[in-house]
């Protein structure tokens, strides 16, 4: 098992930027961000695994994913910010990890508390 506390939401106007934080309480495989509106099911937004990163369709080109190993700790920087970015965002870890699975929700066993992103506008 692995805590993981992420940090960073916040209300932004339309095209602005927010970078998300998450930290984790031991090192793992492969960590991902995950986003749910009231009324929707939770979406893979991008993930990082040892060889390298994956994005939803959406995001691509706005939103980047990094990590600090040293530090444990997972980031979302989200530019060009959209209305329909509004979520809770979720930051996920697992020990094992399939490649072609990683933007998929049940592919994780460990998850953060959540935090808001709101469009200010």
């Known amino acids: 098992q692995v805590q993981l506390v992420e940090s960073g939401g916040g209300s932004v106007e339309a095209g602005g930027s927010l970078r998300l934080s998450c930290v984790a309480s031991?090192?793992?495989?492969?960590q991902g961000w995950f986003r749910q509106a009231p009324g929707k099911e939770r979406e893979g937004v991008a993930a990082?695994?040892?060889?390298?990163?994956s994005y939803a369709d959406s995001v691509k080109d706005r939103f980047t994913v990094s990590q600090d190993n040293a530090k444990n700790a997972l980031y979302l920087q989200m530019n060009s910010l959209k209305a329909e970015d509004t979520s809770m965002y979720y930051c996920?870890?697992?020990?094992?990890?399939?490649?072609?699975?990683?933007?998929?929700?049940?592919?994780?066993?460990?998850w953060g508390q959540g935090t808001q992103v709101t469009d200010a506008g």
């Open positions: 996920a870890a697992d020990f094992r990890c399939v490649r072609s699975r990683i933007l998929l929700h049940d592919e994780y066993d460990n």
């Open positions: 031991r090192r793992t495989l492969c």
């Open positions: 990082i695994y040892p060889r390298g990163s």
